[in-house]
């Protein structure tokens, strides 16, 4: 799906007054939401359209030279980024951070935001299990694939 299709969408929520608006095919998931009339973005004051493509994070074990470093395990395991985008780990940048490390997080807790075409994407965990690493520095360019943090499964 691209931003043409996204738009196209838009349209025709906006046409037809809906709400809400989700479509999930294999490994891609759009959810489009409108909020008491007003339409509005994470870190725009400006009336907009939240989107939130939310491919499912790519999980992986972490690699076996992880496990040199005292601070990781061979256990721990990554979650990647399914896009390339830039990296935000607060949903504003007066706002606290999603998650720390230490911190317990389950499939439905939101990591961290990455901003791909000007659309504000959520990240989930995917995965229960404690944060024991941040690989990623707040507001950097990411690759797809690219490890964002690892994770002891609980």
């Given at each position: 799906m691209d931003?043409?299709?996204i738009k196209a969408i838009i349209d025709l929520m906006k046409k037809n007054s809906i709400s809400e608006f989700e479509l999930e095919r294999q490994d891609f998931k759009i959810k489009l939401k409108r909020g008491n009339g007003a339409i509005s973005t994470v870190q725009q004051e400006e009336p907009q359209m939240v989107a939130y493509a939310v491919p499912p994070a790519q999980i992986s074990p972490g690699n076996p030279s992880a496990a040199q470093n005292?601070?990781?395990?061979?256990?721990?395991?990554?979650?990647?980024?399914?896009?390339?985008?830039?990296?935000?780990r607060a949903p504003s940048p007066e706002a606290g951070n999603y998650i720390e490390v230490g911190m317990e997080v389950n499939p439905d807790t939101v990591v961290c935001i990455i901003e791909a075409m000007k659309?504000?994407?959520?990240?989930?965990?995917?995965?229960?299990?404690?944060?024991?690493?941040?690989?990623?520095?707040?507001?950097?360019?990411?690759?797809?694939?690219?490890?964002?943090?690892?994770?002891?499964?609980?």
């Open positions: 931003l043409k299709d005292p601070n990781n395990s061979s256990l721990d395991l990554e979650i990647k980024s399914p896009m390339i985008g830039t990296f935000y659309v504000m994407n959520e990240i989930k965990a995917e995965i229960k299990g404690v944060v024991t690493q941040a690989l990623v520095e707040n507001a950097k360019p990411v690759e797809f694939g690219q490890p964002l943090f690892k994770l002891r499964p609980a």
